[in-house]
């Protein structure tokens, strides 16, 4: 299975905010990543936390981390359509690798 | 600033055949480089990682290969592609903290 899980799908209104939830395993990571990827293109790194942070907030996103439970979150406020795309979670493990989640599908409905 | 390019953007090649895919980084030296494979309605699986010209490791036994013969150029391919080769491939490179930037990606379509 995979190291890093998040749910596969998430359908929310525009101009609500919605909420992205991710579980990894490698307690040692020392950095976690949100990625973005729109259809047919690679992935755009949206943000990304230091393992020593509870909270980041960059305009509309708010990556919010908890250690101790190993879960990471991103919320993105005021939803547009423009943020439908398909969100990855990623953890790095000190080996020149990031582990990736299967990715979340998020659908902004009018 | 730094730039990854990544072609050719769609292909479509016949069982058997070979393979050669390209990425090519700019503005920077030395960079990890990365081939990850996404399969369609999954997350991203890693092959290949290199920290340095001719160094390459991979992750997963396959019909793939890797190669970077020079600093900045990264290089998947294959003899004899095989069906399960089909998938979206994305080169990829990270700076020293540890950020990983893409290509645009590579719909591959084996037939």
């Known amino acids: 299975g995979e190291d890093v899980e998040q749910s596969l799908f998430l359908s929310v209104r525009e101009g609500d905010s919605s909420v992205i939830n991710c579980t990894y395993t490698?307690?040692?990571?020392?950095?976690l990543y949100w990625y973005k990827q729109e259809p047919g293109a690679g992935l755009q790194l949206l943000t990304y936390?230091?393992?020593?942070?509870d909270m980041k907030q960059d305009q509309r996103l708010t990556v919010l981390l908890n250690k101790k439970d190993k879960h990471l979150s991103l919320r993105i406020a005021d939803t547009q359509t423009g943020d439908s795309a398909i969100y990855f979670c990623?953890?790095?493990?000190?080996?020149?690798?990031?582990?990736f989640g299967a990715g979340t599908t998020v659908t902004v409905r009018a | 600033s730094q730039t990854i390019h990544q072609w050719p953007a769609t292909l479509v090649q016949p069982v058997g055949s070979p393979l050669s895919l390209e990425c090519t980084v700019e503005?920077?030296?030395?960079?990890?480089l990365y081939w990850y494979r996404q399969a369609a309605g999954r997350g991203l699986q890693l092959l290949f990682y290199?920290?340095?010209?001719?160094?390459i490791s991979s992750e997963v036994p396959q019909n793939l290969s890797a190669s970077r013969p020079q600093d900045r150029q990264f290089i998947l391919s294959s003899k004899k592609l095989l069906l399960s080769d089909s998938g979206f491939y994305l080169c990829a490179w990270s700076d020293p903290n540890e950020k990983l930037f893409f290509g645009s990606g590579t719909q591959l379509s084996v037939l």
């Open positions: 936390i230091f393992s020593n942070m």
């Open positions: 503005g920077t030296s030395n960079p990890n």
């Open positions: 290199s920290v340095g010209i001719g160094q």
């Open positions: 490698d307690s040692s990571s020392t950095y």
């Open positions: 990623a953890e790095n493990r000190n080996d020149y690798k990031l582990s």
